[in-house]
């Protein structure tokens, strides 16, 4: 069996990369924080307050997530674009701290990797989700660097933008995601470390297969 994690901060283009590594290898790829996106993005239509515990796992009870050819299904429905804007990452960045939800996902993300040879990335693969996985890398990128592409992805978008704020909310983001006192964002002391901040995305995935290489042969 073959399981690739992959950890880092938001804006490292982990998803991307993710995605081109499964195609390469013949992997399943799994995004763990669409998960938490997607959960999140419910409580926001709903109203569901991240304080409110009960009415968080009353509302997780009743909720269904499956990946259908690499795209993330809510209850049903296809929610891979609405779960890509910036209200809804840091939705997800307090949602994925409550209990239930992390329990939700974890289960989820058990039953995939216990079947299939996956790539697997979130925040929390390495150190918790798949602490034995047999290659682990961190990747991360300098702020400035990671709030650069999330601002030309908003205005290729069509979408407006300010860099500064976007430089803020990444920095907010990753004080929470290292901060929260459930399975905090950090390097596995046994994970590669890959610093995509002056890398293409070719460059990326070809180190990420050199380092799979190295391990499997």
Same mark, same amino acid.
């Given at each position: 069996?073959?399981?690739? /994690?992959?950890?880092? &901060?938001?804006?490292?283009?982990?998803?991307?990369?993710?995605?081109?590594? /499964?195609?390469?290898?013949?992997?399943?790829?799994?995004?763990?924080?669409?998960?938490?996106?997607? $959960?999140?993005?419910?409580?926001?239509?709903? %109203?569901?307050?991240?304080?409110? =515990?009960?009415?968080?796992?009353?509302?997780?009870?009743?909720?269904? $997530?499956?990946?259908?050819?690499?795209?993330?299904?809510?209850?049903?429905?296809?929610?891979?674009? +609405?779960?890509?804007?910036? =209200?809804?990452?840091?939705? /997800?960045? !307090?949602?994925?701290?409550? &209990?239930?939800?992390?329990?939700?996902?974890?289960?989820?993300?058990?039953?995939?990797?216990?079947?299939?040879?996956?790539?697997?990335?979130?925040?929390?693969?390495?150190?918790?989700?798949? &602490?034995?996985?047999?290659?682990?890398?961190?990747?991360?990128?300098? &702020?400035?660097?990671?709030?650069?592409?999330?601002?030309?992805?908003?205005? =290729?978008?069509?979408?407006? %933008?300010?860099?500064?704020?976007?430089?803020?909310?990444?920095?907010?983001?990753?004080?929470?995601?290292?901060?929260? +006192?459930?399975?905090?964002?950090?390097? %596995? @002391? @046994?994970?590669?470390?890959?610093?995509?901040?002056?890398?293409?995305?070719?460059?990326?995935?070809? %180190?990420?297969?050199? $380092?799979? !290489?190295?391990?499997?042969?």
């Amino acid at each position: 069996m073959l399981r690739v /994690a992959i950890d880092g &901060p938001s804006g490292t283009g982990k998803s991307t990369i993710a995605k081109l590594v /499964a195609a390469r290898f013949g992997l399943e790829y799994i995004d763990t924080g669409a998960m938490y996106r997607a $959960i999140a993005l419910k409580a926001v239509r709903n %109203a569901v307050p991240h304080t409110d =515990e009960a009415a968080v796992e009353k509302m997780v009870a009743d909720t269904e $997530i499956d990946f259908v050819n690499s795209k993330i299904m809510l209850d049903g429905k296809d929610v891979s674009g +609405e779960i890509r804007t910036n =209200e809804i990452s840091m939705a /997800a960045s !307090h949602y994925s701290k409550i &209990p239930c939800i992390r329990a939700k996902v974890g289960a989820l993300c058990d039953q995939l990797t216990s079947s299939k040879d996956v790539v697997m990335e979130g925040r929390d693969i390495c150190t918790v989700v798949i &602490p034995d996985a047999e290659v682990k890398i961190f990747m991360t990128a300098s &702020p400035e660097v990671r709030a650069k592409r999330r601002y030309d992805q908003l205005l =290729e978008a069509g979408k407006e %933008a300010d860099y500064d704020k976007v430089l803020e909310e990444v920095k907010a983001r990753d004080y929470q995601d290292s901060h929260r +006192e459930i399975s905090p964002l950090k390097q %596995a @002391d @046994d994970a590669v470390l890959l610093d995509s901040s002056d890398m293409t995305i070719e460059e990326n995935v070809d %180190a990420i297969a050199e $380092i799979i !290489h190295k391990v499997v042969g």
